[in-house]
C-alpha cells in the first residue's frame, strides 16, 4: 500500500517470512519526504505485474510491485508525485 500525503509518501509492504511466526510487527514503513523525491515510474514485466519506481535524492530508488488490475490506480499516483517532483528539480 502507497499513502501520499501533503508531506511525505509512505510505502507499506508485508515483510518476507516464512511464516507469521517470524513477523515481528507486520510490514516494512518507508518514509520518503515529498522534497526528496525526483521522479516516478511504471515498468510492466511479461507476467502481467506492474513495477513502481520511485528515484529519490541521494542516488536512492524505491520499488513497489503490483498486480496489473491495479494500472490505472498506481498510473494516477506517479502523475501525482510526478507533478509535485518536478519543483523538486527546480
Known amino acids: 500500500m502507497i499513502i501520499f500525503t501533503n508531506k511525505e509518501l509512505i510505502i507499506l ?3 518476507n517470512a516464512k511464516s507469521i511466526k ?3 510487527y507486520g510490514g516494512i514503513w518507508i518514509y520518503i519526504p515529498i522534497h526528496k523525491i525526483l521522479n516516478a515510474y511504471i515498468d510492466e514485466e511479461e507476467t502481467g505485474f506492474l513495477n ?6 541521494g542516488s536512492n530508488v524505491f520499488k513497489s510491485r503490483f498486480e496489473s488490475s491495479q494500472k490505472e490506480k498506481v498510473e494516477g499516483l506517479i502523475e501525482q508525485i510526478n507533478k509535485i517532483a518536478r519543483y523538486n528539480l527546480l
Open 13 to 15: 509492504q508485508e515483510e
Open 22 to 24: 517470524d513477523v515481528k
Open 52 to 57: 513502481l519506481s520511485i528515484n529519490v535524492s
